[in-house]
Nanobody, 125 residues
C-alpha cells in the first residue's frame, strides 16, 4: 500500500483547506486515517474512514469542522478542513490500517502499517 498526502498550505484562521491522500497498491480492506504532529508534540489521531466508507471517527477537537471522505473508486481519501484554528497547525499524515471487517475505524498509531509523507498545514491568527 502506498499513500501520498498533498494539499497543505498557509491559511488564515477561519479559512479552509482540503487535504488529499492518493492511495495505490493492495488497498482492499484498509481503513485510511489522518494524523497530525505539531512542533514539539506527539503525533495524534485526527480522523478515519472505514474501507466501506460507511463509518467515520474524529478526534473531539475537529468534530463539526473536518470531514473525511473517499472517492468512489477508492483511490483517494480527502480531509476537508473548515473553520481552521491556529492550533490546527501541524504536519498532517495519512495512513492505512488493515481491517478485515471493512467497517472498522481504528484511531491508534499502532494500528496503522502504512504511512504517507506529511503535508504542512499552517494556520495564522
Amino acid at each position: 500500500v502506498q499513500l501520498q498526502a498533498s494539499g497543505g498550505g498557509l491559511v488564515q484562521a477561519g479559512g479552509s483547506l482540503r487535504l488529499s491522500c492518493a492511495t495505490s497498491g493492495r488497498t482492499s480492506s484498509y481503513a485510511v486515517g489522518w494524523f497530525r504532529q505539531a512542533p514539539g508534540k506527539e503525533r495524534e489521531f485526527v480522523a478515519v474512514l472505514s474501507w466501506n466508507r460507511c463509518m467515520t471517527h474524529y478526534t473531539h477537537s475537529v468534530e463539526g469542522r473536518f470531514t473525511i471522505s473517499r472517492d468512489k473508486w477508492k483511490t483517494a481519501v480527502y480531509l476537508q478542513m473548515n473553520s481552521l484554528k491556529p492550533e490546527d497547525t501541524a504536519v498532517y499524515y495519512c495512513a492505512a490500517a488493515w481491517d478485515q471487517t471493512g467497517r472498522g475505524t481504528p484511531n491508534q498509531i499502532r494500528d496503522y502499517s502504512y504511512w504517507g509523507q506529511g503535508t504542512q498545514v499552517t494556520v495564522s491568527s
